[in-house]
Structure formats: C-alpha cells, structure tokens
C-alpha cells in the first residue's frame, strides 16, 4: 500500500503542473511510472512482503551473516545512487520532459510541435530530438534542477530511489536464499521459491514499458539507447538475478547452461573482433562511458553472482565411495560348543 501511494504521487505531481490534456497525454504514455509503477511493483513489494522468509538463517555462520548484512546496506547504497547517477544521465544526454520544468510553457510547446512534424513526416525522430536538446529544454546541473525543476521532477526522483532500493533488496533476498539452502542446509518451501519466481516475472515487465516510454518520450526513436547507461545496466541485473534464482531453484543444470553460454558468449565476441572488431564498438564505448556508480554496481553483483553460482559445489559434501572410512574390524568367529 505504501509503495502505490508513493508511486501515485508522480501522475498526481504531472496533473498540478501540465494542462490537463497534456498531462493526461504524457501519463498515458509515459507507462513506466503510470502503469508499472501503479501496477506491477506494488504487487512485486507485497508478495516480497508476504513470502520473504529466510529459513535456517541462524544456521548460517555468524561472519557470514555479518558479510550479508554488509552486503545489503552496500546494495541498498546503490539503489539510492543509481537513483541520482540516472538524474545525472538525464540532465547530460536524455531529453527531459516538459513536465520537468516549474516554467513548462516553451518546452511543452517547442515538443508539441516537434511531435507534430515527426507525425506529419516533416523532420525525422533524430533531428526532432536533437532540435528539443538543442533549444535549451534541460539544466545545467543539479543546483538547477532543484531551483528549475517542478514538483513532477522531483518526485520522480523519489520514485526511483524506491525502485532501487527494493530491486537491491530482492537481489540480496535472491543471493541470502542460496546462501541458506546450500549452506545453511535449509529446505526452502514451494511458496517461497513460487514467491521469488512471481515477484522477478513482476518487475521483468518493467523492460517492455521502458522500451514504449523511452519510444515516445525521443519522438518515436529508440536510437539513443546505446547510450542509456541504466537501461543497459538494469539488462545485466536481470541476467544475474535470474542466474541466482536458478541457482536457488536447481542446481543441476546451471552449470551446463552458464558454460555454454559463457564459452559460447566468448568465442562469439573473439571472432567478431578479429574479424569485424566495428560491430565491437558500442561495447567498448558503453564501458569506457560507465559512470563509477554503475561500474560499482555491476562489479559488486558480479562478484555475487559468481558466488553463488559456485555455491552448490563448494558446499556439496564428497560421494560416499570416495568418503575416508575407517577399516571395520575382522569379525570374530563364534564360539564353538562348550566341552564337557
């Protein structure tokens, strides 16, 4: 319930800014904050709420603990970080809406216009962008935005560090899990592995919202997203979340499958460098552009996942035939009958 009427703010903040019309028009397609934020995380955080459940947890070592307990306020960090690293982003190189904006008037005029002649075909979706960039529709910084900025602005702030710091919760949660069924020996119920399942398939729709919002937001183009850091980042989380979940959930197969796409991954990338290393060059520019938060985080999950990928091996306990027994000893033969 907190996490929607915290969500509900946003579109609350748009409608006390923009023309009624307007703002409509922008909730309505901006659907990462008015559909998944109203729908899906809220559902997300209340199954999260109702299923989380460690078992066994102090079965745990006591300096393991302490390390997962690290671990989360390092997580949680991040979440409030990444938070203010995506504003970064966005005053730097992503188009800000009008609604951003305490004046909107010429920036909502200025985009109005542009979406116009994008429909009409009079200018393309690159150059509609670069001419509402151009015109000065942004902040210098963020002692601007807080001066500049409206109520929408800054709310949505909040709502991304919300975001981030349940999405940082639900992947220690994931990796605490695994910590508890391989080395805690715990039995995890199938409400709680059918709990995390639900609330990952949850947030994993926020993809294909962001993908319409960022859409229609660039006046119809998704070229820029080979520089939307965040969005990039977010895929890698999703990767190593759903890797640390398989792992909870079987570990049979993970290794096969994580080999294979490792290897398979790698072989790829060899030859296409030795042969076309051009197709490399996004890559290479997205990591040479990373910010240090999000290289933080992408190295602090990393380090998890391979953790846990390695847990159901380090902690398997050897095959009995090859277990070190000590000789039985030679039976003694029974006594024979007594003589008289």
């Not at 429909?119 to 001066?147: K, N």
């Not at 399942?197 to 859409?215: C, D, I, Q």
């Not at 953790?307 to 006594?335: F, G, H, Y």
């Amino acid at each position: 319930m907190a996490a929607y009427l915290v969500a509900a703010g946003f579109p609350a903040a748009v409608l006390s800014t923009l023309p009624f019309a307007d703002a409509v028009r922008w909730i309505q397609n901006n659907i990462t904050f008015s559909i998944f934020m109203l729908t899906a995380f809220p559902v997300s955080v209340g199954v999260f709420a109702a299923r989380t459940h460690l078992p066994r947890w102090d079965a745990l070592p006591r300096w393991l603990r302490y390390i997962l307990w690290g671990t989360l306020a390092v997580l949680v960090v991040l979440g409030c970080a990444g938070a203010l690293d995506d504003l970064r982003d966005a005053i730097e190189h992503r188009v800000i809406e009008p609604y951003n904006f305490t004046d909107y008037r010429e920036a909502l005029a200025l985009e109005s216009a542009l979406r116009e002649d994008v429909g009409q075909e009079l200018v393309g979706p690159l150059d509609a962008r670069w001419f509402y960039q151009a015109a000065g529709t942004t902040f210098s910084g963020g002692r601007d935005w807080l001066d500049r900025g409206s109520a929408a602005a800054h709310w949505a702030l909040v709502v991304n560090a919300m975001a981030g710091v349940f999405v940082a919760v639900f992947i220690w949660y994931s990796a605490a899990l695994a910590c508890c069924r391989y080395l805690g020996r715990a039995h995890l119920p199938p409400a709680t592995l059918d709990g995390v399942l639900l609330v990952y398939g949850l947030l994993a729709t926020w993809f294909p919202m962001r993908l319409y919002s960022e859409w229609y937001i660039n006046f119809q183009s998704l070229a820029h997203l080979a520089r939307y850091s965040a969005f990039t980042l977010l895929v890698l989380l999703a990767v190593a979340v759903g890797a640390i979940i398989a792992v909870v959930h079987t570990s049979g197969t993970v290794p096969k499958v994580f080999a294979a796409a490792s290897a398979g991954a790698g072989m790829i990338i060899g030859v296409i460098g030795k042969i076309e290393p051009r197709y490399l060059q996004p890559i290479a520019e997205f990591v040479e552009g990373l910010s240090p938060v999000t290289f933080l985080t992408i190295h602090v999950i990393a380090l998890i996942v391979s953790v846990i990928l390695a847990l159901p091996w380090l902690t398997e306990r050897p095959p009995a035939s090859i277990q070190l027994r000590e000789p039985a000893e030679p039976k003694k033969p029974p006594d024979g009958p007594a003589s008289h």
